[in-house]
């Protein structure tokens, strides 16, 4: 069974700090990695996408990728308590799918 | 504006009813997705469709039925063989399977049981 797994949290961070969210994921031949953001009660809503190896970074917000390794992280620098959410790691279900994956997202709360 | 709607914001059922969930939307999108969530859960795949009058079952169907007669449209039923129906439901569309496209979600829907 193809898996995404993510710490559930909570991920307490100072505001002003960098928070670090880790995801691993099964399947070797999964090309496509996004990072939503869910607000309690509200619907996810996509934070960055990533398919190659490395750093990729916009604004306060980097993802990590590495694939021998399986795993992709996001990085939030300069933390804000708008900041506190729960973070869902996806991956595309295999080779050439839309399909995706998700896990079961890491709470992260900023305080002031 | 561009996006994805859902109606309606709540919707209760009572024992042995069939409800109907919408979702519409007008991003010129392909494919289009139905997701539960459970509280602390992560989201789990109901239905998918990668093109008008096509649809596939995702992991967790049974309960569960689909129709794609229209490309912007993509309606769920929760019938009553759902048994435990009472979730978080969310739409998504994306621009087509070609494995990177992105997935994004309507507002979703919160079913209650009466």
């Known amino acids: 069974q193809k898996e995404v797994e993510q710490n559930s949290g909570p991920l307490s961070v100072p505001e002003g700090a960098i928070a670090s969210l880790n995801c691993t994921y099964s399947?070797?031949?999964?090309?496509?990695f996004f990072w939503y953001r869910q607000y309690s009660g509200k619907s996810p809503e996509l934070i960055m996408f990533?398919?190659?190896?490395g750093d990729k970074e916009d604004g306060r917000f980097t993802a990590q990728l590495n694939k021998a390794s399986q795993y992709v992280s996001l990085l939030i620098r300069d933390s804000q308590p708008s900041d506190s959410a729960t973070y869902l790691c996806?991956?595309?279900?295999?080779?050439?799918?839309?399909?995706?994956?998700f896990g079961t997202g890491t709470r992260l709360q900023v305080f002031p | 504006d561009g996006g994805i709607t859902q109606s309606p914001k709540y919707l209760f059922r009572k024992e042995g009813q069939n409800v109907t969930l919408s979702c519409e939307q007008n991003?010129?999108?392909?494919?289009m997705y139905w997701y539960r969530q459970d509280p602390g859960q992560g989201l789990r795949l109901i239905y998918y469709?990668?093109?008008?009058?096509?649809?596939q079952k995702g992991d967790i169907a049974e309960g569960y039925s689909v129709s794609r007669e229209k490309k912007e449209s993509f309606p769920l039923t929760v019938t009553s063989a759902q048994k435990n129906p009472t979730a978080f439901y969310l739409c998504?569309?994306?621009?087509?399977?070609?494995?990177?496209?992105?997935?994004?979600f309507g507002p979703g829907t919160r079913l209650l049981v009466l």
């Open positions: 998504a569309s994306s621009a087509g399977l070609a494995g990177v496209e992105t997935q994004y």
């Open positions: 399947d070797r031949g999964s090309q496509s």
């Open positions: 990533i398919y190659s190896n």
């Open positions: 996806a991956v595309n279900a295999g080779y050439n799918t839309d399909k995706l994956i």
């Open positions: 991003l010129n999108h392909d494919a």
């Open positions: 469709s990668q093109i008008v009058n096509d649809f």
